[in-house]
């Protein structure tokens, strides 16, 4: 049904933002998105195999082609910024035992790829999945839109790549 | 056999630290030692996994009643902290979905906790692991040396705080 399927991780210990986004010649659809919720009394370890697992299970049910994760930013606090690696490490995990590849775009290349502004705020990025890429119904959730812009962001990446390297020949 | 049989783990991307420490009675033993290495030229992803893997693989031969992680010092510059972390995260998963209790400890937790000073050197460590607690043989391979020191910490710790819980009964 499309030519590519591409699952979008903003990942987190307390929330994990999944959405799969699939393209069809250079329409895209927004195919499935949810919010991996964890609580906080839970022992950290098992809220991370609770995020690896619902990543697991997204990847079983929508069959992506790749998985696109968005790189924690550096100038959030250090515990914050451990947790989201952390979270990213056990996600990862789960995308290469399923034999899926890995890619991370950083959160200025996200907003530039999907709106042509590096410091685009939210509501930009959800305006911007919808009336430029075709979106319908961007996930309200703020984890989940940011996973489906994401994926959006790998799909675009993606096939830029692939002219670039027919060019190239 | 064993009292308490403890997985310590040094995390990492390039060389995951791996050491299994057995107590019975106040008697300490190291039953196992290795080091999982992962070739740089590999997806991050995949090395994620092969740690995760090794550590998992680790748990089913010696089934150890907890895992003990050594806590990524922050101090080290951002990109190695991070694939640290990500390492953390995917070995924390394994250990969780094995059913087993985490604990983390820093690095001056540990080496206070073995040798009685927070500031000591790794070779004081090696020294503390077999003349202090017992421990022949301490793995020559640093990573699996720190997965050594701590195991016994959390072995130490453990007792510690049996102790202070009967106390306050």
Do not use: C
Not at 32 to 54: C, H, I, K, N, Y
Not at 121 to 141: F, T
């Amino acid at each position: 049904m499309f030519d590519a399927i591409v699952l979008g991780v903003d990942p987190g210990v307390a929330r994990l933002g999944l959405a799969v986004v699939g393209r069809r010649d250079r329409r895209m659809t927004l195919v499935w998105a949810d919010t991996v919720r964890t609580p906080s009394g839970l022992a950290e370890a098992a809220r991370l195999q609770r995020v690896a697992d619902g990543a697991a299970a997204a990847i079983v049910a929508h069959r992506p082609s790749a998985v696109a994760f968005e790189r924690v930013a550096w100038n959030r606090n250090q515990v914050s910024a451990m947790q989201v690696a952390r979270a990213t490490g056990a996600v990862m995990v789960a995308a290469s035992s399923a034999g899926l590849p890995v890619e991370e775009y950083g959160p200025s290349e996200v907003k530039i790829a999907v709106t042509g502004m590096g410091n685009a705020d939210k509501e930009q990025v959800r305006v911007a999945l919808s009336r430029i890429h075709g979106l319908l119904d961007v996930p309200v959730q703020p984890d989940a839109a940011d996973a489906a812009a994401v994926a959006v962001t790998h799909i675009l990446a993606s096939r830029m790549r692939g002219i670039a390297k027919a060019a190239a020949r």
